[in-house]
């Protein structure tokens, strides 16, 4: 780990006025290991814990909660359970209990990938130094995506979080040297195209204040499903976000993110739109399924990721539409 200047913020503009090479920290779970392994050099290092991006509020609008907030504690908040369930699982599913209780929500929505050979500095890697090049799309790429693939970057989007926040319709709230704004967290995430290293649509100095969920009745019958390599602290071969509007068999609306196969958290409208007017039953789920996989582009090691995610889908709306 090399030299820096740290500061803890003492006010939203203190933090957002911090200039160039600066990184923010909050719970640190992520930003900490990179630093050691030299992934990632500040020169300076701001901690956003003293700031009172806190709380986590339910009313006619929706959901609000504080950037700030600690992972465990919105998992285990009884109004998300009951309201939002399918964040409260992604969650769970997410890292350990002891990770849980000291990340933060809006941490977790800026995490890096775990590609390894981001990770690893003696490789070459686009995301980490421009134009190096992506030795993943012709080597080590069992765990990388398979949607929003490009020539320079095959890297996959770590969190469950947002894949869960992204079929809600999520919307940060980001504050930063030229005021507050607010962008959808789909747009939010950035493809990597030739700029790979651009992760997300955040500007100098930018934090993110709050994250909202729109209010949607229907969100309460909703789940996350989650596949990998062995059930405990491990990253995502497949994942499902699913929400379903019923009324009483039909499906009214319907929707998909699904995560572990994207370089971005990935939406899937073209099943959710399959889904409208049919009959909640195995059958229909099956259907919509098969077209989860348009536009996939496949490597030479995660071509499997093609049927195990139509599969986890399938399974997801199973046991959310109650016909498993």
């Known amino acids: 780990m090399r030299g820096f200047q740290f500061k803890a913020a003492t006010t939203p503009s203190d933090a957002v006025s911090s200039g160039a090479d600066t990184a923010f920290i909050a719970g640190g779970t992520n930003l900490i290991d990179l630093m050691k392994l030299d992934v990632v050099t500040p020169t300076k290092l701001v901690d956003l814990g003293p ?11 929706g959901l609000h909660i504080g950037a700030l907030e600690k992972m465990a504690d919105v998992a285990e908040d009884p109004r998300v359970v009951k309201k939002y369930p399918v964040v409260s699982q992604a969650l769970l599913k997410s890292a350990s209990a002891q990770i849980r209780n000291m990340a933060t929500m809006g941490g977790n929505l800026m995490q890096r990938t775990r590609c390894g050979y981001f990770r690893d500095t003696d490789s070459p ?69 030739n700029t790979p290293d651009r992760e997300h649509d955040i500007r100098s100095g930018e934090i993110i204040t709050e994250i909202f969920v729109p209010a949607k009745a229907w969100a309460s019958r909703s789940g996350y499903l989650k596949i990998r390599d ?75 990721k093609v049927s195990l995610v139509k599969k986890t889908i399938l399974r997801a709306l199973s046991e959310v539409g109650g016909v498993a």
């Not at 700031?51 to 609008?61: E, H, K």
């Not at 009483?248 to 196969?261: L, N």
């Open 230 to 304: 062995r059930e405990s602290y491990e990253f995502a071969l497949t994942s499902a976000a699913v929400v379903l509007d019923l009324d009483g068999s039909t499906i009214r609306d319907a929707r998909i993110a699904v995560g572990g196969v994207g370089t971005k958290p990935w939406s899937l409208p073209v099943v959710a739109e399959a889904l409208k007017g049919r009959t909640a039953n195995r059958e229909a789920f099956a259907a919509a399924t098969e077209q989860a996989a348009e536009g996939a582009r496949t490597l030479s090691q995660n071509g499997f």
């Open 51 to 61: 700031l009172s991006f806190r709380g986590i509020t339910l009313d006619s609008a």
């Open 125 to 193: 890697c686009n995301k980490r130094v421009p134009g190096s090049g992506c030795p993943a799309l012709e080597g080590e790429n069992r765990m990388h995506a398979i949607f929003g693939v490009s020539d320079s970057c095959c890297a996959t989007h770590p969190s469950d979080l947002a894949v869960a926040l992204v079929a809600l319709d999520s919307v940060l709230k980001l504050q930063g040297p030229q005021g507050t704004r607010e962008v959808k967290l789909e747009d939010f995430y950035l493809l990597p195209g």
